[in-house]
Nanobody, 127 residues
Framework: QVQPVESGGGPVQVGGSLRLSCEAV????????MAWFRQIPGEEREGVAS????????YYVDSVKGRFTISQDNAENMVYLQMNSLKPEDTAMYYC????????????????????WGQGTQVSVFS
């Protein structure tokens, strides 16, 4: 299976920007949909954005639309999450995930469709 490896998190001021990177290591043919999730301790893991590897179709949770952009570099097996206009409520551990099936509008945000997860990278937005 593919193993996602995240990087790029850290502290950032309100209104600032960060770009998270996710390298897909291993059997990349097993990934059709790549996604970013985030989680705050004690809360459910939340789908933030996803991208279909074959056609680049993207999905976003409403709270990040217009601020975050998910993109990919298939030649390098990389997925990125550009985060702009960051808010304190964006503070979380961010995880990259891979699914064998395509991202679909109805279920891309369900953590159960993803078979591989990275270790996470912490994003902390401070004022």
């Amino acid at each position: 299976q593919v193993q996602p490896v995240e990087s790029g998190g850290g502290p950032v001021q309100v209104g600032g920007s960060l770009r998270l990177s996710c390298e897909a290591v291993g059997y990349t043919y097993t990934m059709s949909c790549m996604a970013w999730f985030r989680q705050i301790p004690g809360e459910e893991r939340e789908g933030v954005a996803s991208i279909n590897v074959d056609n680049g179709e993207t999905y976003y949770v409403d709270s990040v639309k217009g601020r975050f952009t998910i993109s990919q570099d298939n030649a390098e097996n990389m997925v990125y999450l550009q985060m702009n206009s960051l808010k304190p409520e964006d503070t979380a551990m961010y995880y990259c995930a891979a699914a064998a099936g395509n991202c679909l509008a109805g279920d891309w945000a369900s953590k159960y469709m993803y078979h591989s997860w990275g270790q996470g990278t912490q994003v902390s937005v401070f004022s």
